[in-house]
């Protein structure tokens, strides 16, 4: 099961996983079609939790934020393929950190398949935990 996940290629790192995809130019118009003109500082609480309650937002953003090691994002992707496992991919349509297009091409293009769409911003699990449960409790039952 992958959630709002960086899907990788064989031999990719994380890093290298932004520009192989594309990310960069899908979030530009991705933001433009939102009215976000190139260059723009947007506010963090509009761009990643904008769907998450305000004071739980808030919260997120003053006492929880860490600062990311660059360190996992050299590492490639070990494997030569994905591995033959049952396997769920669960997106939050709303996402404007991975807009929710550009989410749809990486999913069909490194998985061969769909992927399932919830509501939701970057952090679903935060705006909308009890959908988010559901859909995971439903991914068990089905296996």
Avoid: C
């Avoid at 933001?31 to 963090?44: M, S």
């Avoid at 953003?61 to 600062?67: D, K, P, S, V």
């Amino acid at each position: 099961m992958m959630l709002q996940a960086q899907v990788p290629a064989p031999g990719e790192s994380p890093g290298e996983w932004w520009d192989n995809t594309g990310r960069g130019p899908a979030r530009r118009e991705a933001d433009l079609r939102r009215g976000i003109t190139e260059g723009t500082e947007e506010d963090p609480v509009s761009f990643f939790p904008h769907d998450t309650p305000a004071a739980l937002a808030a919260e997120l953003l003053a006492e929880h934020q860490r600062h990311q090691a660059a360190t996992p994002f050299g590492k490639p992707w070990p494997l030569n393929a994905w591995p033959k496992v049952p396997t769920r991919f669960l997106m939050a349509s709303d996402d404007r950190f991975f807009p929710a297009e550009f989410m749809r091409r990486v999913v069909v293009e490194r998985l061969g398949f769909q992927p399932d769409e919830m509501p939701g911003d970057h952090l679903p699990m935060l705006g909308h935990p009890k959908a988010l449960a559901e859909r995971l409790e439903a991914y068990r039952a089905e296996l």
